[in-house]
Each structure stands twice: as C-alpha cells, then as structure tokens.
C-alpha cells in the first residue's frame, strides 16, 4: 500500500541557510499534519493543512511557513536556520479531518 | 487545553511479561485515541486506535479500551517479544470543532531483553 513519502531523508545545512522539506501524502488523503521531534522527545505539532488550506496552527516559528499544492503534495520551507532546529521532521496524512494520521519517515535536519 | 499524560520509563521487561504502559487524557470534547509506535530510527507507525467510550483497539497482540470513566486509554500486552522493544506514543485526535490535530504523550521506551 502506498504511504507518506517525504524528501529528502536527510538534509544538512549551515546556521542561517534556507531548507524546503517535501511531503507527499497517501492518495486521496485531504489532509496534512507537519511535527517537530527532537531527539528523546514526543513529536509537536507544527500546522495541518485540509483541502490546501491551513486547518491548524502549532508551535510553528515565524521563520517557518508551509503549504499545500493543488496535487495536495505539502512543503514545510524553513528560514535563518538556528542550531535548534535540528531535529526529525514528520509529515502524516489522514483520509479525513479527525482521524488516525498516517505518517511519513521523517526528514533529519542537521544545523551545523 | 488537550493533553495526554503517559507513564514515563523507561520500561524494562523480560521476554513473555505482561506489558501495561499507563496513558490518560484529558476529557475535553470527544476524542480519538491512538497508541503509535516508533521503532529505532523510523517513523511512526499506528498500533491501534479507538474511536469512542468502550471501543477496544487491538493489533499484534496488543490491545487498549477506551474508558471513558476514568479517561484512560491503557496499553496491555500479554507476552511481549524482544521485538516490541520501541517507544510507545499515547495520542488523541479530537473529533469535531477545528482542532484538527493529534496530541502525543511524552513517550515510553520499552526495551525487552531474551
């Protein structure tokens, strides 16, 4: 069965450089979750998007912003990246609002 | 607001024990709860779930029951396998309203040695 496809797997970059993480949700599921997990820590919600528009929004910083294409693919883009932003990044996706999310296998970001 | 509450580890048991990791929630709205597991350097995958007040989720022999009462969600296992060994996320999901996210416990790494 297909599932939460996410690129890249892993990402390294350099204190105050640009990352655009990628999510490509499960067919004919409408709605995207974006989390945060940092090591030894439970996953925070970051922002969902249902039908391509922004449904909910977390602890998600200012230097963050996402969205949802018209083929419900999803980009998490992140700005003047700090060393504390490194972590695991999750995209998941669920048939409808409400449901169990299904998740992708997560994007380590490293900040050096 | 929304939260869940699990037990912290780390939990530590021998091949064929008897698992209970203890998970709460608080009872606003009607929620949907899930067990996820994540298994060394993966994502999460979905245990089991459960939908509404008495509803039991169970898979891989794991099994939990949605207890309105006493807002609890508990994950039991009879026998665990050296292959359990993970950590458990207790989550809920509220149904309804414009909440839609789900909401994760602390996490519990369980280690089962042979």
């Known amino acids: 069965a297909a599932g939460v496809i996410q690129s890249p797997r892993h990402l390294i970059k350099e204190k105050r450089e640009t990352a655009t993480l990628k999510c490509y949700p499960i067919?004919?599921?409408?709605?995207v979750y974006w989390y945060q997990q940092g090591p030894g820590q439970d996953p925070q919600f970051l922002i969902s998007?249902?039908?391509?528009?922004?449904?909910d929004k977390g602890s998600i910083p200012d230097r963050f912003s996402a969205q949802q294409f018209s083929d419900y693919h999803s980009e998490l883009n992140m700005s003047s990246l700090e060393l504390g932003d490194s972590a695991l990044y999750f995209c998941?996706?669920?048939?409808?609002?409400?449901?169990?999310?299904?998740f992708g296998q997560g994007t380590r970001l490293t900040v050096v | 607001g929304d939260s869940v509450t699990q037990m912290e580890g780390p939990v530590t048991l021998s091949e064929e024990a008897f698992l209970t990791i203890n998970c709460t929630y608080t009872?606003?709205?009607?929620?949907?709860l899930f067990w996820y597991v994540q298994y060394p350097g993966e994502g999460l995958q979905l245990l089991l779930k459960?939908?509404?007040?008495?509803d039991k989720g169970s898979n891989k022999g794991f099994e939990a029951t949605y207890r309105k009462e006493t807002t609890s969600f508990h994950l039991e296992k009879g026998s665990v396998q050296v292959s359990d060994s993970a950590v458990y996320f207790c989550?809920?999901?509220?149904?309804?309203?414009?909440?839609?996210?789900?909401?994760f416990g602390k996490g519990t790494l369980l280690t089962v040695n042979p």
């Open positions: 998941a996706s669920s048939p409808y609002q409400g449901t169990e999310a299904f």
């Open positions: 067919p004919r599921h409408d709605t």
């Open positions: 998007f249902y039908e391509k528009m922004q449904s």
């Open positions: 009872a606003t709205g009607y929620p949907s």
């Open positions: 459960a939908t509404k007040a008495d």
């Open positions: 989550a809920r999901h509220n149904s309804g309203g414009s909440n839609y996210k789900l909401t």
